[in-house]
């Protein structure tokens, strides 16, 4: 009965059915590797043309930047040079206006100081008289009390 069934595989059928397994799993990986292989060879390739294209951009876009900032820079310069001119324009006005007024301040003080100098010599002229006046009442008096004393000590009255 039991050989009505199905025959039972022997020890070499066995082997050869695994040895055949392992090929075939062979084959599959190395078909699997390859595929593999394959697909990273691609996306080297396509990263290294993103990477060129966006060398690219990046290289575009600065020099773009670069003719941006030196066309900035020469506007900034053209306007620093129009405020200095305008500056340097609105120093020599005040300037002016300054000598002006200082030349006239000066006069006017030249003025007041002779003014001042010409009071000045009329009160000394003034306090020399008043001395010389105040000098002598002072010696009349001295005299007079002078003489008082020497009427009333060496001539008595009768």
Same mark, same amino acid.
């Given at each position: +009965?039991?050989?009505?069934?199905?025959?039972?595989?022997?020890?070499?059928?066995?082997?050869?059915?695994? &040895?055949?397994?392992?090929?075939? +799993?062979? +084959?599959?990986?190395?078909? &699997?590797? #390859?595929? +593999? %292989?394959? *697909?990273?060879? *691609?996306?080297?390739?396509?990263? @290294? *043309?993103?990477?060129?294209? &966006? $060398?690219?951009?990046? !290289?575009?876009? /600065?020099? @773009? &930047?670069?003719?941006?900032?030196?066309?900035?820079? /020469?506007?900034?310069?053209?306007?620093?040079?129009?405020?200095?001119?305008?500056?340097? =324009?609105?120093?020599?006005?005040?300037?002016? #206006?300054?000598?002006?007024? !200082?030349?006239?301040?000066?006069?006017?003080?030249?003025?007041? /100081?002779?003014?001042?100098?010409?009071?000045?010599?009329?009160? $000394?002229?003034?306090? %020399?008289? *008043?001395?010389?006046?105040? #000098?002598?009442? !002072?010696?009349?008096?001295?005299? =007079?009390? $002078? $003489?008082?004393?020497?009427?009333?000590?060496?001539?008595?009255?009768?």
């Amino acid at each position: +009965m039991s050989e009505s069934l199905s025959p039972s595989p022997n020890n070499a059928d066995l082997r050869d059915l695994i &040895l055949a397994l392992d090929k075939k +799993m062979d +084959m599959q990986f190395s078909t &699997l590797e #390859r595929k +593999m %292989d394959n *697909q990273f060879a *691609q996306l080297t390739l396509e990263i @290294k *043309q993103v990477e060129l294209k &966006l $060398t690219g951009e990046i !290289i575009r876009v /600065e020099e @773009k &930047l670069g003719g941006e900032s030196k066309r900035v820079e /020469e506007r900034l310069e053209g306007e620093i040079k129009r405020v200095e001119e305008k500056l340097g =324009g609105e120093i020599k006005r005040v300037e002016e #206006r300054l000598g002006g007024e !200082i030349k006239r301040v000066e006069t006017e003080v030249k003025g007041v /100081e002779e003014k001042v100098g010409a009071k000045l010599d009329g009160i $000394t002229t003034r306090i %020399d008289y *008043q001395e010389f006046i105040s #000098r002598g009442a !002072i010696l009349i008096l001295i005299g =007079g009390i $002078t $003489t008082g004393i020497v009427k009333y000590f060496f001539f008595p009255n009768p």
